[in-house]
T-cell receptor, first 108, second 113 residues
Framework: DAKTTQPNSMESNEEEPVHLPCNHSTISGTDYIHWYRQLPSQGPEYVIHGLTSNVNNRMASLAIAEDRKSSTLILHRATLRDAAVYYCILSANSKLTFGKGITLSVRP | DAGVTQSPTHLIKTRGQQVTLRCSPKSGHDTVSWYQQALGQGPQFIFQYYEEEERQRGNFPDRFSGHQFPNYSSELNVNALLLGDSALYLC????????????FGDGTRLSIL
């Protein structure tokens, strides 16, 4: 399974944008980039996924580098409820291989 | 529309025992995956069921087995429990095609004494 690299943690201020980076230099042509997040005491929650083009949904935006070796999850206005562990995952099928993720803290 | 439901929410067993965990997928989903999450770690893929067959399997021993029923619900069975099996067990459901969003339940917390 192709591997992703994320910082361990990041802090942001409430109502400001947040950019969460992910490196995946060994990505293959069939790998989709998935982002999930996990709030304390809950199961993971789907955030967004994409293959080559940038993607937007009601939760976030996903910016994918032209060479696909990195991507950035963008939360446009962080809220306290966005404090969670965010996982960047590569998958060519429905098997998700989670790493340790990045812990996002949001300051009021 | 109910999401993924898992039962029980908590369970305590002793070493050597066997356990069965249950999962009902989100309405309209026919694929169920199981994950194990140790404390402080990300979830680890155990296996996935589609059309009542195991479609993919992670790096888990044969003590871990599963089943999917015609209504798409699923069970995870673990035999000969070890202390290291203590973890949060998560079930996720999705449509049958690959790379669709997976919907997770809140898991079963299994403690082995």
């Amino acid at each position: 399974d192709a591997k992703t690299t994320q910082p361990n943690s990041m802090e942001s201020n409430e109502e400001e944008p947040v950019h969460l980076p992910c490196n995946h230099s060994t990505i293959s042509g069939t790998d989709y980039i998935h982002w999930y997040r996990q709030l304390p005491s809950q199961g993971p929650e789907y955030v967004i996924h994409g293959l080559t083009s940038n993607v937007n949904n009601r939760m976030a935006s996903l910016a994918i580098a032209e060479d696909r070796k990195s991507s950035t999850l963008i939360l446009h206005r962080a809220t306290l409820r966005d404090a969670a562990v965010y996982y960047c995952i590569l998958s060519a099928n429905s098997k998700l291989t989670f790493g340790k993720g990045i812990t996002l803290s949001v300051r009021p | 529309d109910a999401g993924v439901t898992q039962s029980p929410t908590h369970l305590i067993k002793t070493r050597g025992q066997q356990v069965t965990l249950r999962c009902s997928p989100k309405s309209g989903h026919d694929t169920v995956s199981w994950y194990q999450q140790a404390l402080g770690q990300g979830p680890q893929f155990i296996f996935q069921y589609y059309e009542e067959e195991e479609r993919q399997r992670g790096n888990f021993p044969d003590r871990f087995s599963g089943h999917q029923f015609p209504n798409y619900s699923s069970e995870l069975n673990v035999n000969a429990l070890l202390l290291g099996d203590s973890a949060l067990y998560l079930c996720a459901s999705s449509p049958g095609t690959f790379n669709q969003p997976q919907h997770f339940g809140d898991g079963t917390r299994l403690s082995i004494l």
